[in-house]
């Protein structure tokens, strides 16, 4: 069922990746999390980052694609000049720009709403290693994060499971979860020589998409 339209969760989170790449974020610049990222993280899982501390963008960038903090969306769109609904505008028009039909944006987290096609994201997660900045992120199984003030010291790993293991060179990849998608993982790894995309969406169980890639 490549084709088929499902829930994405938070794999949505290459595309927010993407759009502010797109946009020339300043990785060197700080970004403060705000009140404009509560309500868009409100029902996921636990945030980290702490309302009122600047973060470098460069640490926002993992925080949203290695461990998923819900309220790294919007406060990368802001470093780049855009509210939530720009923001969501310009993933769809990253969407547009690969030619990815049936891929739609209602949301900057994947919490509510967000649709794609299994084949659709397999190809997204193509394009957006294809920024080194992006693929060296998603090839990061830990990394530790560090507030302008130095009161927030955050240590965050990588949902990507397959990368811990070691068994194959995983290139990247991201995770999702919500009771409308089911369990997510987009993943791309070096096997035999070759370079595979691959996609699983709508899975039953936390570890049935990584016993899937296996």
Known sequence: DADEVRPIASTTKIFVAMAVRR?????????????????PARGGARTRLDIGQPFQNADLLP???????NRA????????????????????????????????FTDTSGLRGNVSTAREMALALAAALDDEVLAEIMATDRIRIVSKSKYAKLDYVSTNQPLHGG?????????????AAG????????VDGRHYAMAFLGGDGKYTRFADFE
């Open 63 to 69: 925080a949203m694609l290695m461990a998923s903090d």
């Open 23 to 39: 946009k020339g974020i300043q990785l060197d610049g700080w970004t403060e999390i705000t009140r404009d990222d509560f309500d």
């Open 73 to 104: 969306p919007t406060a990368l769109g802001r470093a780049v000049g855009l509210d939530k609904d720009g923001l969501i505008a310009e993933m769809n028009a990253v969407a547009k720009d690969l030619g990815l039909k049936k891929t739609k």
């Open 167 to 179: 068994k194959y060179t995983v290139t990247g990849g991201k995770t999702g979860y919500t009771r």
């Open 183 to 190: 369990y997510c993982f987009i993943v791309s790894a070096r």
